[in-house]
């Protein structure tokens, strides 16, 4: 009888990616070509990780103005627009990345990429820090019609690359993360160097860990 694979799939923002500086720095372009006050990482740092709409949303109402659904969705096309030149710009890895995705590698676990952010942009990041090799599928907010923390996201990572039987852990930073991998009956490490402002320990997860130091050795072990 064939073994299961094994899976460890990842969130990037927040998790295997510090990117707020490059968030942020789109974030107030856009805000000051439109006449509003610029923000502080503090004031938004637990939506970096819930894509342009949600951060932009939210710097106008720090602004005192809601936004309508025209306005929005301009914004965020000048966001995205923005961040094509930006997205690498200050951003960088969180420290032991790169020796996780190799240790587990190296012990043949299948390696995915589950982000809310664009598929373009995850792509664009992952080749930027050579580390797009590590991964058998990648998937962004927009490559289906949903995703975290619909659980479905995970699901259609894992038929994308063609694994039909399997135990799946899930890294990630946030309720969306812990919410997907519950929901697909993952395994759930949540790390608390992320964005995220909820408590972690109250959100179900086997491991809340500082860092990713530890990652490959709890996975190695309990697998």
């Known amino acids: 009888m064939k073994n299961k694979e094994n899976i460890v799939a990842f969130d990037l923002d927040g998790t295997l990616l510090d990117s707020a500086d490059d968030l942020i720095n789109c974030l107030n372009l856009i805000l000051k070509e439109e006449g509003?006050?610029?923000?502080?990482?503090?004031?938004?740092?637990?939506?970096l990780g819930n894509g342009a709409l949600a951060m932009i949303k939210e710097a106008f109402k720090i602004n005192h103005e809601d936004l309508n659904k025209y306005e929005a969705e301009r914004l965020t096309k000048k966001f995205l627009f923005y961040y094509k030149?930006?997205?690498?710009k200050k951003s960088k890895l969180f420290p032991h990345t790169l020796k996780t995705l190799e240790i587990l590698k190296k012990n043949k676990f299948k390696l995915l990429l589950v982000s809310n952010k664009p598929e373009y942009f995850v792509k664009k990041?992952?080749?930027?820090?050579n580390i797009y090799k590590f991964f058998s599928a990648i998937s962004g907010g927009d490559t289906f019609d949903f995703r975290k923390p619909d659980h479905r996201h995970l699901l259609e990572t894992i038929k994308?690359?063609?694994?039909?039987?399997?135990?799946?852990?899930f890294i990630g930073d946030s309720k969306n993360d812990a919410l997907c991998a519950k929901k697909s009956k993952?395994?759930?490490?949540l790390l608390k160097h992320g964005y995220s402002k909820d408590n972690l320990i109250t959100l179900g997860a086997d491991y809340v860990l500082s860092n990713l130091k530890e990652v490959s050795k709890k996975i190695i072990k309990d697998t």
Do not use: G
């Open 36 to 47: 509003k006050n610029t923000v502080k990482k503090k004031n938004i740092h637990n939506l």
């Open 85 to 88: 030149n930006e997205c690498v």
């Open 125 to 129: 990041i992952l080749k930027h820090f």
């Open 160 to 169: 994308k690359a063609k694994i039909n039987d399997y135990k799946c852990w």
């Open 186 to 189: 993952s395994k759930l490490i």
